[in-house]
């Protein structure tokens, strides 16, 4: 048994635990600070191990560690590294600076490396309900603010109804295939005697489980009410690291066990990503709260990103694996931005109270600007390559219609972003925003200068996808 | 025989108590049916030969998780008919997907071939000298020891979460210190002395806190003496 | 003979014949227990106890059982008539059927299943239902307070006591009850694993609700707690219910750490005499704590079970699987 493949895991896990002794023990008053830095020094450790890991499949098929897993580890790190600088300063200004917040995004990130390391149904459920239970207590963090309440409430239960739909898939696929292991169940499906239509619909109750995490239309209505409701370091998170594990998941469980399907739920994930993009545009025109806007932007780019799944080629993972990056990188500089809309001390989320700030605060405006261009997808910026990598490989197994929408709820797309722009330059301006705190501007300009960047050395992180890919489809 | 009528008799209450949990007025009487079909699966663990599940799902569901549904029922008080309000409006939707969701079962039921060796297998899932908890044991803690810490983890967080959201320090309740209970000395609380006959209390007594000088000096000391005894003895001085 | 009671009704007569011989002297017992209490509570205080009902006070159980028969049950009008009316045959019956497992004597017991002691958990974690439901059924406050009390006490005491048992299962590496007194024919486990016994009694206490833990009674404050509302029949069925707990409880307590039927010092044996004496002696210090201690307030309660009893058994069992493990002292179980 190879138990040494889960280091990062346990690591992540033993650094919790002491963590949170500590931070129960040690009662100075910053020791949320010091636990958040401590936090940030157990990811900065789990993501060395993973660097330094070799590949194979351990503990009795249930965990495999190949460079797919790696590449979306680090990335789940990198993402919660960032929303946990944000929360710091955030998390203070707003009064609820507790060292259990980091210890929860620790745990939640833990579950998140166990998903992407998944090799067996059971492993994928554990790991997705680690994530989920300490998700639903961070959307639920700012226990005075009724929203904060109400969106841990909502994502809870529907929560907990997808993964009641997911269990029920996995017992079908349990029950007609009498194996839960990946490697077995792509045996089972690549059956010629044909596959029973049990198999199959557990295989979409699956789906269906893996795409509300993702918050793919149909499956994304709770996806506005908790990014407004959760504090604004949360739905970062919520936005970046969840949907770069289950997405992972999504990919692996349709690719690997399920890959000889593939052709036959095609149409499937087709249909739910043409709807994430029409949605995503469409919805998104209508809002007035910024974090609402964004949650409809993401619905949207999950959109864009199913495209490559549904092309189902090395280039179509690779172009996801891309796409996840530089979404993450983009969404990461645009919470910051909005991480320092506050005014007197209070947090404002409307998008009209942008309304100046090219003139009060010009570098905040600029990558803001930079990132609402490259959420677009304007050519150059990051978010272009992201989506041209997608469209590519749709085009190259001849699905012209998906990329053709893709295009076309892009430019829709690109009326809503533009129009945050023009109030953040052409209204009528309003009063400066409080000083922003140091951390912020850092995460800001990081994540910006790679939006902005991106083009300049894009190899290192498409030869990595293309690896990653490759290791995917063996 | 015996286990085959003990079966459908279970099966059948757990079945009569699970509907009657959906379907009763009272809250607690739901919860108190939802405990009956604890047992009553509980019961068909048992004709599997899962004893140990059996004794789990009883310790475990009805023992402790129960307990506590019924202690939040009884204190909530929860408008239940008032809730179901809602049930008429959406019994048309529901009432689609649910037919919906049938039809899918039965096709996929269709598809169910059971294996040959199936009837076997049934209601003896290990080898007769291997008792079914040392060989749940064996399977849990090697083969899916990752789970097993993984579910562990699980837990924790729940606990941190059920903690950070609900347990507020309170700077108003006093809380008791054990250590300087059992620490404190018979010096420190109580003095014994010698007391002359006919001499007061009051002249003699001497509080060991310093207590406040008393407001109006004219009056008659009252107050240094710091307790019930003081009192007495000073008017008992002074009439003599 | 023999051939009969392997037939299906024989067995059932058989079975039927069992708990016969266990319950009718379980019940004597149990009467008995409630003169044992006065008597030493009489003693501790210096005072006579009931001496007029028979020679010694001897009758007196009786002469109360039959008052109790005697007298009207009367149902408070908002009651919940049916819950109202189990509750008390719960408590009673779950104090009953908790006995089929317990060895009395080699091979003595109704049912010796593999997972005895894993049953005796389950059911002594049941008996909290016969107090919530009746603190709720009464409708009234101080029967529902009784009731909430006890929930949250019971389950409370509970988990230290799981870790117990898990500690003595450790050592003996099987969940039958014979086999744990088997186990302790060399040393009783009440000497290597010390703290855990008083841990265990200690809980046991609390899961029968006796002094110093009768919070859910607590006479002073709810004037009687759960039972507040309940008069004749129903109220014995709670109170023989209580005093068959403390059996169970000394019973379990006896299979556990005092070595069950074996005898101590290599003094001969006479069938369960050990054992009962044992037990006899586990009800004696139940009576002794009560005359002894005063009630725990609420809050102590609760830190007593959380922050010194869990954590102190938790860590007890740590040491005691490492040390197992440390010097290869591990039981073997077949199968694995």
Redesign the interface.
């Given at each position: 048994m190879n138990w040494q493949l889960a280091w990062p895991e346990i690591a992540l896990a033993v650094c919790g635990m002491a963590i949170l002794i500590f931070g129960v023990l040690w009662k100075g008053r910053s020791n949320a600070f010091a636990c958040s830095m401590l936090t940030a020094g157990a990811f900065l450790l789990a993501a060395l191990l993973v660097l330094s890991q070799g590949g194979g499949l351990g503990y009795n098929g249930l965990f495999v560690v190949d460079p797919f897993s790696s590449y979306l580890k680090l990335l789940i790190l990198a993402g919660a590294a960032l929303s946990l600088i944000l929360s710091v300063d955030w998390n203070e200004r707003e009064g609820f600076q507790r060292f259990e917040f980091p210890v929860l995004m620790l745990f939640s990130v833990t579950g998140m490396m166990v998903m992407a390391s998944a090799s067996n149904l059971m492993t994928l459920y554990m790991g997705l309900e680690l994530q989920s239970l300490a998700l639903y207590v961070l959307a639920a963090f700012n226990r005075d603010d009724a929203r904060s309440s109400e969106a841990g409430l909502k994502y809870f239960v529907l929560s907990a109804l997808a993964s009641g739909l997911l269990l029920y898939g996995i017992s079908l696929c349990y029950g007609f295939s009498g194996t839960m292991n990946f490697a077995d169940l792509a045996k089972a499906a690549a059956n010629p005697a044909g596959v029973s239509p049990g198999l199959i619909v557990g295989i979409v109750f699956v789906l269906v489980g893996l795409a509300f995490k993702i918050s793919a239309v149909p499956f994304h209505m709770w996806t506005p009410d908790v990014y407004e409701g959760a504090p604004t370091p949360v739905t970062l998170f919520f936005a970046t690291s969840p949907k770069v594990a289950a997405m992972g998941l999504l990919l692996r469980v349709m690719v690997g066990p399920f890959g000889h399907l593939l052709p036959q739920l095609q149409s499937l994930i087709v249909l739910i990503s043409i709807a994430s993009m029409v949605l995503g545009a469409l919805a998104a025109i209508g809002q007035t709260n910024i974090k609402r806007l964004m949650a409809y932007s993401s619905i949207g780019h999950m959109g864009y990103a199913l495209i490559g799944l549904a092309a189902g080629t090395t280039e179509g993972i690779r172009g996801v694996l891309i796409y996840l990056v530089i979404y993450v990188f983009m969404t990461v500089a645009t919470f910051a931005g909005i991480g320092a809309m506050r005014r007197n001390g209070r947090t404002i989320e409307k998008i009209s109270d942008l309304a100046g700030l090219g003139r009060n605060d010009p570098m905040l405006a600029l990558i803001l600007v930079i990132c609402m261009f490259s959420l677009a997808g304007i050519p150059l910026l990051s978010g272009f390559f992201a989506k041209l990598y997608i469209f590519l490989a749709a085009v190259q197994v001849g699905m012209w219609t998906l990329a053709v929408i893709g295009v076309l709820t892009s430019v829709i797309g690109a009326f809503y972003y533009i129009r945050v722009i023009k109030v953040m330059y052409f209204d009528q301006p309003e009063a400066p925003f409080d000083r922003r705190p140091a951390s912020l501007s850092f995460v800001a300009v990081a994540a910006g200068l790679f939006t902005t960047f991106f083009f300049v050395f894009p190899a290192p992180i498409i030869g990595a996808a293309q690896v990653a890919a490759k290791a995917l489809l063996g | 025989m015996?286990a085959s009528i003990a079966f459908y008799v279970f099966a059948a209450i757990l079945l009569v108590s699970a509907a009657m949990v959906v379907t009763a007025r009272n809250p607690?009487h739901s919860v108190?049916f939802l405990?009956l079909s604890f047992f009553n699966a509980a019961a068909l663990f048992l004709l599997a030969g899962a004893?140990?599940l059996a004794?789990?799902l009883?310790?475990v569901y009805?023992?402790?998780v129960a307990?506590?549904f019924?202690?939040v029922v009884?204190?909530l008080d929860v408008n239940f008919a008032e809730l179901r309000g809602g049930f008429q409006r959406y019994l048309p939707v529901g009432a689609t997907v649910g037919a919906v969701l049938f039809v899918e079962l039965a096709l996929v039921l269709g598809g169910w071939q059971i294996a040959p060796d199936a009837g076997q297998l049934r209601f003896a899932p290990q080898?007769p000298?291997?008792?079914n908890?040392?060989?749940l044991?064996?399977l849990i803690y090697t083969d899916y020891v990752l789970l097993f810490q993984i579910a562990g983890l699980v837990l924790m967080v729940a606990m941190i979460g059920a903690i950070v959201l609900t347990l507020r320090e309170r700077k108003t309740s006093r809380h008791?210190s054990i250590a300087a209970q059992v620490g404190r000395d018979v010096r420190d609380t109580l003095e014994l002395v010698n007391m002359p006959l006919g001499v007061g209390v009051s002249e003699f007594y001497r509080p060991l806190v310093e207590q406040p000088p008393p407001l109006h000096s004219d009056q008659p000391v009252i107050a240094h003496a710091g307790g019930g005894h003081g009192d007495g003895g000073h008017h008992a001085a002074e009439k003599r | 003979m023999n051939d009969f009671f392997a037939t299906?009704p024989g067995y059932v007569i058989l079975t039927f014949a069992q708990a016969l011989a266990i319950l009718v002297p379980l019940l004597i017992s149990v009467a008995y227990a409630t003169y044992v209490e006065r008597k030493v509570l009489a003693a501790i205080q210096i005072r006579k106890g009931p001496n007029v009902v028979g020679p010694f006070g001897l009758w007196q159980p009786f002469a109360d059982a039959l008052k109790m028969i005697m007298k009207e049950t009367t149902i408070p009008s908002g009651a919940n008539r049916v819950?109202f009316l189990m509750a008390p045959m719960l408590t009673f019956g779950l104090a009953m059927i908790a006995w089929a497992v317990i060895p009395v004597n080699a091979g003595w017991a109704i049912a010796d299943?593999?997972?005895g002691v894993?049953?005796l958990?389950?059911i002594s974690?049941?008996g909290?239902?016969g107090i919530?439901?009746a603190g709720?059924a009464s409708n009234s406050k101080y029967a529902?307070m009784g009731?909430?009390r006890s929930?949250?006490q019971?389950?409370s005491y509970?988990v230290s006591m799981?870790f117990v048992i898990v500690t003595v299962l450790i050592c003996v590496g099987s969940?039958n009850l014979s086999d744990i007194v088997l186990a302790q024919s060399r040393v009783w486990f009440c000497i290597p694993l010390f703290p855990m016994f008083i841990v265990f009694f200690i809980s046991a206490l609390a899961e029968t609700n006796r002094s110093p833990f009768d919070l859910a009674e607590g006479e002073s404050e709810i004037v009687a707690g759960f039972f507040v509302e309940y008069s004749a029949m129903t109220f014995a069925l709670f109170f023989l219910g209580e005093y068959a707990n403390m059996f169970l409880m000394s019973a379990l307590t006896t299979i556990l750490f005092l070595g069950g039927w074996l005898p101590p010092l290599g003094l001969p044996q006479f069938g369960p005499l050990w054992f009962i004496l044992k037990v006899w002696f586990g009800i004696f210090v139940f009576i002794w704590v009560r005359g002894t201690f005063p009630r725990y307030r609420y809050?102590?309660l609760m830190?007593l079970g959380w922050k010194v009893f869990l954590p102190l058994s938790l860590l007890y069992l740590v040491l005691t699987a490492g040390a197992l493990m440390a010097f290869g002292w591990l039981p073997s179980?077949?199968?694995?």
């Open positions: - | 015996i607690v108190l405990i004893e140990f004794m789990i009883v310790i009805v023992g402790a307990v506590l019924l202690f009884m204190m080898p000298d291997v008792h908890t040392a060989a044991g064996r008791q | 299906t819950l299943i593999n997972v894993l049953y958990f389950a974690s049941l909290v239902y919530i439901i709720w529902f009731g909430l929930a949250a019971m389950v509970e799981g969940l809050d102590q830190r179980v077949p199968g694995t």
